[in-house]
């Protein structure tokens, strides 16, 4: 069936997502930033942060066994409305309980809900475009993932520069409310499958056939995933955990003007994941399947520009450049290759495996990212005085597994 790309309930998806992926962002920004503040150490930030990711990788197969079983509308309702109560839950309690076990209990939920939640939105757009849009129906979401994420954490960090945690949590919770409400309204077409017994022997069934479309059927993508593991591991969790160290704690700025400038770095991060979403929709019938292994090698080498400048200048604004631009850049590269195969997995995949495939995939690719939180946050704080050098280990590695990995994404089909 020909079906134009913004239809009615493709459209309030979209709204849908920009409202409540802004109130992801800004508390994203708002919950660990308050915990860096409060304690400046990187390694509780990291250890805290990787707990925090578990909840995803162990959710993430369920909401794709739900998302192909239960009405994705239903689920995207249900969690947004889910996440306004953990906020709120949050407002109530932080001056009541140990504020770093809230802080790691509140994160792990909201976490949890998005390894859940997103799922759902991917596999929803097969539902409600046809093939020749899933390019530019994946880069619509990406794009909106990155406008939300550029917008929530500077408008995040100049309302916490000024007026503290709270103003900012009650306007997230707001979002998700609002999110919820609209999404009511979509339509997703919906076709029951059958149960072969009970919840987790269901699960069981679900989860072992999408391991072997992946590992019998396309093994290529198997093999993809590894990579991306491994640049999660050294390069991806690097980012997560040096950008707000090394701008607020490192590079000597008064406080207030380092949680606005880190703001502004998560924007840069976000406008980065932007540009490339709208460069992957512009240029979706230009770009080959086959050449995203150097989107990856790009990534990596974008690291080495952070660590001269930590090596060679002792300006803290220029080295604040120095990280805004070359995150900026890494976004650009990582969200094309990101768009690129998402809309290769949809085109490939059946429409009654594609949530759980889906799900299998964030989930294994996700597996890296507590890991290597904690293991910067450790490595960082060791390496005191010596920032650079982390840096430099992870740019090194990163190419290295690029470098090695780029015959992997030749061999995927552009059919």
């Avoid at 890296?368 to 293991?375: S, W």
């Avoid at 704080?381 to 994404?409: D, T, W």
Wanted: glycine share 8%.
């Amino acid at each position: 069936m020909n079906q134009k790309l913004f239809s009615k309930d493709f459209t309030l998806v979209v709204i849908g997502q920009i409202v409540s992926l802004f109130g992801n962002a800004a508390i994203r920004f708002a919950l660990p930033l308050y915990l860096l503040n409060l304690t400046g150490s990187s390694a509780l930030y990291g250890t805290v942060t990787a707990f925090a990711f578990i909840p995803a990788i162990l959710l993430s197969p369920i909401g794709g066994i739900v998302a192909d079983r239960v009405n994705k509308r239903n689920i995207m309702v249900i969690l947004d409305f889910f996440t306004s109560v953990v906020i709120l839950a949050f407002l109530l309690l932080m001056n009541e309980v140990n504020i770093i076990l809230l802080l790691t209990v509140t994160l792990s939920f909201l976490y949890g809900i998005a390894g859940a939640y997103q799922p759902s939105v991917q596999a929803s757009i097969p539902a409600l475009t046809n093939q020749n849009n899933f390019m530019a129906a994946n880069s619509i979401i990406n794009v909106i993932s990155s406008f939300a994420s550029l917008t929530g954490p500077v408008l995040g960090g100049i309302l916490y520069s000024a007026y503290g945690l709270k103003p900012v949590l009650w306007i997230c919770m707001v979002c998700f409310i609002m999110s919820a409400v609209m999404e009511i309204f979509i339509q997703i077409p919906f076709q029951k499958q059958t149960s072969g017994g009970g919840i987790l022997k269901t699960a069981r069934t679900d989860f072992a056939e999408s391991i072997r479309f992946i590992r019998k059927e396309k093994p290529v993508i198997g093999k993809a995933v590894l990579v991306i593991c491994g640049i999660n591991l050294f390069l991806a969790s690097m980012i997560i955990v040096a950008l707000p160290y090394l701008v607020t704690e490192v590079l000597n700025l008064d406080a207030s003007q380092a949680n606005r400038l880190y703001g502004f770095a998560e924007g840069a991060l976000a406008a980065g994941g932007l540009a490339g979403g709208i460069g992957a929709g512009v240029f979706a019938n230009k770009l080959a399947i086959y050449k995203s292994g150097n989107l990856v090698i790009a990534c990596a080498v974008c690291v080495f520009p952070i660590s001269i400048s930590l090596i060679l200048l002792s300006s803290a604004i220029i080295n604040y450049m120095a990280i805004t631009v070359c995150c900026f850049a890494i976004m650009v590269c990582s969200t094309i290759f990101t768009v690129q195969m998402m809309s290769f997995i949809q085109t490939e995949t059946p429409q009654n495996l594609i949530g759980k495939v889906i799900a299998v995939i964030l989930t294994v690719s996700m597996c890296a990212q507590p890991l290597g939180n904690a293991f910067y946050g450790v490595l960082f704080e060791i390496c005191k005085g010596a920032e650079y050098a982390v840096v430099l280990f992870s740019g090194v590695v990163s190419l290295m597994i690029a470098i090695s990995a780029k015959n992997i994404f030749k061999g995927f089909s552009a059919d």
